[in-house]
């Protein structure tokens, strides 16, 4: 047989098996997919990396993904280890948002955002107000009340210091007369802990996103005093902080990004994947159940959103006196 029908008979084997084993290679890396939920199990951090990995996979953008929780500090230590470990992973993503953004604001790290790679934003959610079902307290003018008596009696739980949670506090306090920093604030390391000492009764008021919160509002086991949206909840009889005299509202995001040294063409890949799997059926129905705001942004966009969140949650720190 001659050398060129060789060639035309070897092309149609040879470019089946590379596609193949191109194919397996690709199909590899997305076996290895890791997440990361800079928290403790439980939170609005975990509910968002397992939402998006599920999410992925029924994209078709993932193989199986792998999760790893690291609470504390608001996301910062698991930010820290994110970036020394996971450098150059072009599979690897960690869920961040407002919480570490005010955590980097108040604590100064030494590993920030700026050092790991913006992918997207992904939903933006609004914060509960939550009694245990047995407390005397029936509305937020309640705690007000108690909170002008005696600032120190009313104790808040919610998350890190710094995160939205604190400053919602520290808002309410400073718009009904109270000197923020006679606050009595509880940090916990994640929804989890916190909903765990509200249900203890541990902490007078505890505040957490309502997607954390509902199945125990709606379970009888809290009861929801208010929330920090402009306007009501869909489907959600909460009433806002504003019905009842308080004029603070306030909203936390959630996003991803990449670790350090991933390439311009891996971003874009990645971005890609993670825009894909928001358009997906069990990520709008995940949407729909947290009563969260599809708010998805990315590229430079996304960078310079992330700038004027932190510019922002500084001046309100400052404000208020918590920095």
Do not use: C
Request: proline share 6%.
């Amino acid at each position: 047989m001659r050398r060129s029908a060789l060639k035309r008979l070897a092309l149609p084997i040879a470019l089946p098996i590379a596609l193949a084993l191109f194919g397996a290679t690709a199909a590899q890396a997305a076996e290895n997919f890791k997440i990361m939920a800079p928290a403790n199990p439980g939170g609005g951090y975990d509910q968002a990396a397992r939402g998006l990995g599920k999410a992925m996979q029924e994209a078709g953008v993932a193989g199986s993904v792998t999760y790893e929780n690291k609470g504390g500090a608001g996301g910062t230590i698991g930010l820290a280890q994110f970036v020394n470990a996971s450098k150059g992973d072009p599979n690897a993503l960690i869920v961040v948002g407002a919480v570490m953004v005010g955590a980097i604001v108040q604590n100064k790290p030494p590993v920030t955002l700026t050092q790991a790679t913006p992918i997207a934003r992904l939903m933006a959610e609004y914060n509960a107000f939550v009694v245990p079902a047995n407390s005397p307290i029936k509305t937020m003018k309640d705690v007000v009340e108690q909170m002008k008596k005696d600032p120190a009696s009313v104790k808040w739980g919610g998350g890190s210091k710094g995160s939205v949670d604190h400053v919602s506090v520290a808002m309410i306090a400073r718009d009904v007369g109270v000197d923020p920093t006679k606050v009595n604030y509880v940090p916990f390391k994640g929804g989890g802990e916190a909903t765990a000492a509200i249900l203890g009764g541990h902490v007078t008021v505890g505040t957490s996103g309502w997607g954390e919160l509902q199945e125990f509002v709606q379970s009888g086991k809290l009861r929801a005093i208010a929330i920090t949206a402009p306007a009501r909840l869909k489907g959600v009889n909460v009433p806002t902080l504003k019905e009842q005299g308080v004029n603070v509202e306030i909203g936390n995001w959630r996003g991803v990004y990449a670790p350090p040294g991933v390439s311009p063409e891996q971003r874009k890949a990645l971005t890609d994947a993670v825009v894909k799997a928001t358009k997906s059926k069990s990520w709008t129905e995940l949407l729909e159940k947290n009563s969260w705001t599809p708010v998805v942004m990315t590229g430079p966009d996304f960078d310079k959103f992330v700038d004027g969140s932190h510019a922002e949650l500084r001046a309100l720190m400052y404000k208020l006196g918590m920095l």
